[in-house]
T-cell receptor
């Protein structure tokens, strides 16, 4: 977990509210990934960036989800409006060196 | 996006015994990796084996890869209570940097 900081660690919100998840990776990585993990669907890749540029967002469930990476040390995943089915643990991960990924501790999101 | 399937889905053994988990995948690969996830934590990289390698060791871990059968196994020797976790295999193929994940094996080590 040491290479990636995620905040908040836990988020409880009501349906319809906007949720912003944050990721602060260590410097020197090339790739940043956002994942979602649920018991039903396992670990799903939502989007990944290479040198701060989104490469593949085909895993983003729908237009309610958006992700940005304004610089190499910060990324956000936003859900607007949130729905109960978005409840999951969201992980940010970086790849350095190539192929091996280092995960943050995750954000547990509960949408009531 | 899951390509791999771990077998068994769950495994419960006594401390000190060896634990073996298997992973099967569908396409050709560049490498295969194993990760561990403790409850409530992020995944931690354990070991990577390249497609031209057949066996690799790291401490109490031994990984084998059979590309003809598209399968891999992870052996943990002399298991400890701290090995209790879920174990995932993930593959990389082509020039794509994505990891394709299996569903995981939940390992419980009984004291």
């Amino acid at each position: 977990d040491a290479g990636v900081i995620q905040s908040p660690r836990h988020e409880v919100t009501e349906m319809g509210q906007e949720v912003t998840l944050r990721c602060k990776p260590i410097s020197g990585h090339d790739y940043l990934f956002w994942y979602r993990q649920t018991m039903m669907r396992g670990l799903e890749l939502l989007i990944y960036f290479n040198n701060n540029v989104p490469i593949d967002d085909s895993g983003m469930p729908e237009d309610r989800f958006s992700a940005k990476m304004p610089n190499a040390s910060f990324s956000t995943l936003k859900i607007q409006p949130s729905e109960p089915r978005d409840s999951a643990v969201y992980f940010c991960a970086i790849a350095y060196p190539r192929d091996t990924q280092y995960f943050g501790p995750g954000t547990r999101l509960t949408v009531l | 996006s899951q390509q791999g399937e771990e077998d068994p889905q769950a495994l419960s053994i006594q401390e000190g015994e060896n634990a073996t988990m298997n992973c099967s995948y569908k396409t050709s690969i560049n490498n295969l990796q194993w990760y561990r996830q403790n409850s409530g934590r992020g995944l931690v990289h354990l070991i990577l084996i390249r497609s031209n390698e057949r066996e690799k060791h790291s401490g109490r871990l031994r990984v084998t890869l059979d590309t003809s059968k598209k399968s891999s196994s992870l052996l943990i020797t002399a298991s400890r209570a701290a090995d209790t976790a879920s174990y995932f295999c993930a593959t990389v193929w082509g020039s794509n940097y994505q990891l394709i994940w299996g569903a995981g094996t939940k390992l419980i080590i009984k004291p």
